[in-house]
């Protein structure tokens, strides 16, 4: 079955870059989603179609996707960043989740 | 507004079943494929299941196929997750989730609040 792998967890300092990767074979030879959750609270897509930002997502979200790797990138990362973020992928009729990274703004 | 809300969970025993619904308002369900994602407590996503717009196409996931069955009905715009043979690994919130299709180019757009499922003896 299809895996997607993330990193459990990952600190970032306010103003700084975070960068969230995702690995799974040949993952850039599918679509990639993000998912942001913060605590108590449901999923909310940030990125889908590997790049694009739904309405309301702020610039600072951007997402790539190549080869085996997509990678979620918060510029500027503000305190309200902090959460658990979430890659997707759909797999044949399956769909995969990462298993998550707890992002920390501190 | 486009808004999800779940209901029907609960505390059932192992062996048990229970019914969760999905209503949908703010947009036409029948437009859209739905789909079924439980987090167990402390834990990250899990997909469960997804169907199709008009209910033609369902798939699961491998930890539930054959004990749970997704449906929907567009008329009413709801969808529904017929849940038997619960087992305590069973236990999560249970979140409904839209997604345009099931062809793997759109991502889960809109999410409801999730309903709780404890299997428990």
């Known amino acids: 079955s299809y895996e997607l792998t993330q990193p459990p967890s990952m600190s970032v300092s306010p103003g700084q870059t975070a960068s969230i990767t995702c690995s799974g074979d040949k993952l850039g030879d599918k679509y990639a989603f993000w998912y942001q959750q913060k605590p108590g609270q449901s999923p909310v897509l940030v990125i889908y179609?590997?790049?694009k930002r739904p309405s309301g997502i702020p610039e600072r979200f951007s997402g790539t996707n190549s080869g085996n790797t997509a990678t979620l990138t918060i510029s500027g990362t503000q305190a309200m960043d902090e959460a658990d973020y979430y890659c997707?992928?759909?797999?044949?009729?399956?769909?995969?989740f990462g298993g998550g990274t707890k992002l920390t703004v501190l | 507004e486009e808004q999800l809300v779940e209901s029907g969970g609960g505390l059932v025993k192992p062996g048990g079943s229970l019914r969760l619904s999905c209503a949908a308002s703010?947009?036409?369900?029948?437009?859209?494929?739905m789909n079924w994602v439980r987090q167990a407590p402390g834990k990250g996503l899990e997909w469960v299941s997804s169907i199709s717009s008009s209910s033609r196409y369902t798939y699961y996931g491998d930890s539930v196929r054959g004990r749970f069955t997704v449906s929907r009905d567009n008329a009413k715009n709801s969808l529904d997750l017929q849940m038997n043979s619960l087992r305590v690994e069973d236990t999560a919130v249970y979140f409904c989730?839209?997604?345009?299709?099931?062809?793997?180019?759109?991502?889960?757009?809109?999410w409801g609040q999730g309903t709780t499922v404890t299997v428990s003896s």
């Open positions: 703010g947009f036409t369900l029948s437009n859209y494929s």
């Open positions: 179609q590997d790049t």
């Open positions: 997707q992928a759909w797999g044949s009729s399956t769909v995969v």
């Open positions: 989730a839209r997604s345009y299709d099931t062809s793997g180019a759109y991502g889960m757009d809109v």
